[in-house]
């Protein structure tokens, strides 16, 4: 799973998403690509998910790019806890995703299969998404 190497904070606050994207709005590396339509936070585990669902698909052929990283680290508390002690451990990372950015590109594949690799990509993923090409 994705996770930063090393961080300035090791907690940091709650990220927002708003607004749409002003960057990574065009494909930059392949030809066919997923992109979001709406915002939201995307797990480390829900980019796996969408990265082995594509490349199981294309059979390990063809290059696919993730655009996202997760970098955000969100907190929680164990349940049943009283009020107060301080903040919650690190339980993991979320990238913030904004409407408009590419999640993913793909190249190397024939149209058809990259575009039902995107489809099944997209699925396990907790944005509304489009494929787009170049």
Known sequence: MLFPKKTKYRKGFRPQVR???????ELAF?????????????????????????TRF????????IRV???????LKGGEIRMGGGK???SHYVAEVKAGMVLFEIDGVPEDKALEALRLASHKL????S????
């Open 126 to 129: 907790p944005v509304l998404t």
């Open 69 to 75: 990283f997760p970098d955000r680290p969100i907190t």
């Open 30 to 54: 392949g030809s066919f690509g997923l992109k979001s339509l709406e915002g939201a936070w995307v797990t480390s585990r829900q980019l796996e998910a969408a990265r082995r669902a594509m």
């Open 131 to 134: 494929v787009i090409r170049q």
């Open 19 to 25: 607004g749409k994207a002003s960057r990574k709005l």
């Open 58 to 65: 294309v059979a390990r052929g063809g290059k696919i790019w």
């Open 88 to 90: 919650g451990a690190v």
